[in-house]
């Protein structure tokens, strides 16, 4: 299984950007997807989750401008990014937990992470 990131780049405060974060491989389920973000000499931190039914939840420093959702068809999870400010520079990872295998045979969830995509916000 892989997860592909994209859509990180350079914006200035208070602009926009949408991460996309495409999961492949020997598939069955996913369960939970997620975003997480390291900022230089920071610990990685949870920035948004959703579950496979569509329940969301958020980090404090990002409720009201980020949004996460998910195409379960496509094994997709996406954020859009809103009202971005300084603070929100990091390299942001997708995050998720997955039941590889087939109808016949399928292991428990496993963790699995994209490479991560740099965002960066002038201000």
């Known amino acids: 299984v892989q997860l592909q990131a994209s859509g990180g780049g350079l914006v200035q405060a208070g602009g926009s950007l949408r991460l996309s974060c495409a999961a492949s491989g020997s598939i069955f389920r996913i369960n939970d997807m997620a975003w997480y973000r390291q900022a230089p000499g920071k610990e990685r931190e949870l920035v948004a989750v959703i579950t496979s039914g569509g329940s969301t939840d958020y980090a404090d420093s990002v409720k009201g401008r980020f949004t996460i959702s998910r195409d379960n068809a496509k094994n997709t999870v996406y954020l859009q990014m809103d009202s971005l400010k300084p603070e929100d520079t990091a390299v942001y990872y997708c995050?998720?937990?997955?039941?590889?295998?087939?109808?016949?045979?399928?292991?428990?969830?496993?963790?699995?992470w994209g490479k991560g995509t740099q965002v960066t916000v002038s201000s």
């Open positions: 995050n998720a937990d997955v039941e590889v295998g087939t109808d016949l045979y399928h292991y428990d969830g496993m963790d699995f």
